[in-house]
């Protein structure tokens, strides 16, 4: 079974940054998409943004979000620029061993635990 864990989650100002991480198990994390899914009080999980043969963000974050993974430490992260309230959520990671980013999170079967990221006006 694919184990994954997050961490970087926090409280930050309106405009600030921060980094989220997921460390994955198993040997065929290379071949894995890796996505970050966000999930808000009372809200449905949405897609954020996807790693694969291609890379795909949601047009709420693009610009603001890069999502970036080192295969050789089993980790994709999540560099979350210019942070704004509306992006306050519990952030998921979450692996498919397909080789396109899908944006779907119910095609998603393995999830990380999810880290907590607020962001104050």
């Known amino acids: 079974q694919v184990q994954l864990v997050e961490s970087g989650g926090g409280l930050v100002q309106a405009g600030g940054s921060l980094r989220l991480s997921c460390a994955a198990s198993g040997r065929t994390f290379s071949s894995y998409t890796m996505g970050w899914f966000r999930q808000a009080p009372g809200k449905e999980r949405e897609f954020v943004a996807g790693s694969g043969r291609n890379t795909y963000y949601t047009d709420s974050v693009k610009g603001r979000f890069t999502i970036s993974r080192d295969n050789a430490k089993n980790t994709v992260y999540l560099q979350m620029n210019s942070l704004k309230p509306e992006d306050t959520a519990v952030y998921y990671c979450?692996?498919?061993?397909?080789?396109?980013?899908?944006?779907?999170?119910?095609?998603?079967?393995?999830w990380g635990q999810g880290t907590q990221v607020t962001v104050s006006s």
């Open positions: 979450a692996a498919d061993p397909g080789a396109l980013v899908i944006t779907t999170p119910q095609r998603y079967k393995y």
